[in-house]
């Protein structure tokens, strides 16, 4: 069966610091990815998305960026956090892209 | 323009009550796909429910079920007798087989 991981859980992070985070599936191939943002308003917005290693379509302007260096691994990163990224973060993949969205647990990330 | 609508912003309910969550959608694709998810305070979103645009006929999966009338454009979803367990944020999605689209989610207490 097919899982996904995504850590850390939560992080605290000062302005200005750079920020990581990882996610991975298992038991499936060539999966689409996908890291969307929940900010406090509850609204899910769409990041990135990623059909194929190297492939990242980004959606929305912002100081943070996506990479997929693996079929199975998108880490979403940022080279200097700003307050505006706090937010709950999820990562999600599918096979086909009208099919079912798995998400992960999430990552909660307030920057201070 | 696809977008997906949920008026309700917040239900309450009290335990064994009947409550329906709205989703409007707008799309004028021929061919699209509509879904529910399910977020509780853990934060995971979990699939429900997952619809096809030539597939008019309702869903009742033990207490949930779903009315799907593209007439009005709508995919509401029906909780008989509520329990606290269902308390959550509820999202109702749109796929265009290219992209997801997430309504703004309505979050749902049952009172005991």
């Known amino acids: 069966s097919q899982t996904i991981h995504q850590w850390p859980a939560t992080l605290v992070q000062p302005v200005g610091s750079p920020l990581s985070l990882e996610c991975t599936v298992e038991g499936t191939s060539n999966p689409n990815l996908y890291w969307y943002r929940q900010a406090a308003g509850r609204g899910l917005q769409l990041l990135f998305y990623?059909?194929?290693?190297?492939?990242i379509s980004s959606e929305v302007p912002q100081n943070l960026s996506a990479s997929r260096p693996q079929d199975r691994q998108f880490i979403l990163s940022s080279k200097k956090l700003l307050l505006s990224d706090s937010g709950f973060y999820l990562c999600?993949?599918?096979?086909?892209?009208?099919?079912?969205?798995?998400f992960g647990a999430g990552s909660r990330l307030t920057v201070l | 323009a696809q977008k997906v609508t949920q008026a309700q912003t917040e239900i309450s309910v009290v335990e064994k009550e009947d409550v329906t969550l709205d989703c409007v959608y707008e799309t004028r694709d021929t061919t699209y796909y509509l879904f529910w998810y399910k977020q509780p305070p853990s934060g995971e979103l979990v699939f429900l429910i997952r619809?096809?645009?030539?597939?008019?006929q309702n869903e009742i999966s033990g207490r949930y079920s779903w009315n799907f009338q593209k007439s009005t454009s709508s995919f509401n979803f029906t909780i008989t007798a509520s329990q606290v367990v269902d308390s959550a944020v509820y999202f109702c999605a749109l796929s265009d087989g290219n992209q997801f689209y997430f309504g703004t989610g309505t979050s749902l207490t049952v009172i005991p």
């Open positions: 990623s059909v194929g290693i190297g492939q």
């Open positions: 999600a993949w599918n096979r086909g892209r009208a099919n079912v969205l798995t």
């Open positions: 619809r096809n645009s030539f597939d008019e």
